[in-house]
């Protein structure tokens, strides 16, 4: 192979991605069996057999049980704004990004203390094993899951405090910023870091996704005077949403 020369099995994978952007190959279409892939491209089975594995792993086709391979419904990503709402009090980012467009989301939640893993201690700045408060959330659109969150809290700031549970008590609900300000503690700064990852198969039973597929994961910290207060992955599938950020020069 010299050098910027494709192997066979990306070129076929690049055409039939081609054919399936503009249309040719629609939604629900089956896709060309290995055979005639085979036969129409010169190629053989093990590069045929990879082409459809890369446009499965892509998420643009999807096989089904006895039936064969076919074109996926592509959505047409939404935005979720990740903008102004980090600081400003009041309900949390769902419910404030919910109110803005006008949507009716729903979500359930569950809370629960358990010791904090090292990666999560590290962002919290305590120790393994310290306590936390877990909660973990599914968020819905039209009855759709749309986002997943994870948010830990360390017991030793809200234990035995009116806001140690986040979703119950006088201020359940709120934001982060609004509910520590009911202990005197004062947010002043918030760091969000974006990645992708392929989704947990856990994750992508929830999400309706199947395996491969790329989930985006924005991991939040809020701060107080340089302490965590709290720190959360915010799990969104790639293929149906997009994340915006609205940034104010100053």
Request: hydrophobic letters at 40%; glycine letters at 10%; a negative charge.
């Amino acid at each position: 192979m010299t050098f910027g020369e494709q192997p066979a099995y990306l070129r076929v994978a690049s055409d039939l991605r081609e054919k399936i952007v503009n249309g040719s190959l629609p939604p629900h279409t089956r896709l060309p069996s290995q055979a005639r892939i085979r036969e129409e491209y010169g190629v053989s089975d093990t590069v045929a057999l990879e082409a459809r594995k890369v446009l499965m792993a892509e998420g643009l086709v999807e096989g089904r049980s006895g039936s064969g391979t076919y074109v996926r419904e592509r959505p047409v990503p939404r935005r979720i704004a990740r903008s102004g709402f980090g600081l400003t009090a009041g309900a949390n980012p769902f419910r404030q990004e919910q109110a803005a467009e006008g949507a009716r989301g729903t979500w359930e939640s569950g809370s629960e203390q358990e010791a904090a893993s090292a990666a999560v201690a590290e962002r919290l700045g305590i120790e393994p094993g310290d306590r936390v408060m877990r909660t973990r959330y599914v968020f819905r659109d039209a009855g759709e899951p749309m986002m997943l969150s994870t948010s830990w809290e360390p017991l030793a700031l809200t234990g035995r405090t009116p806001v140690m549970l986040p979703e119950e008590g006088p201020l359940g609900g709120c934001g982060v910023v609004e509910r520590m300000a009911a202990i005197d503690v004062v947010v002043d700064n918030v760091v969000e870091e974006v990645g992708a990852r392929p989704g947990l198969a856990e994750e992508l039973l929830t999400l309706g996704g199947v395996p491969g597929h790329v989930v985006m994961v924005v991991e939040r910290t809020y701060y107080a005077s340089g302490r965590a207060v709290e720190t959360a992955d915010v799990v969104v599938p790639a293929d149906r949403y997009r994340i915006a950020y609205h940034l104010p020069v100053r």
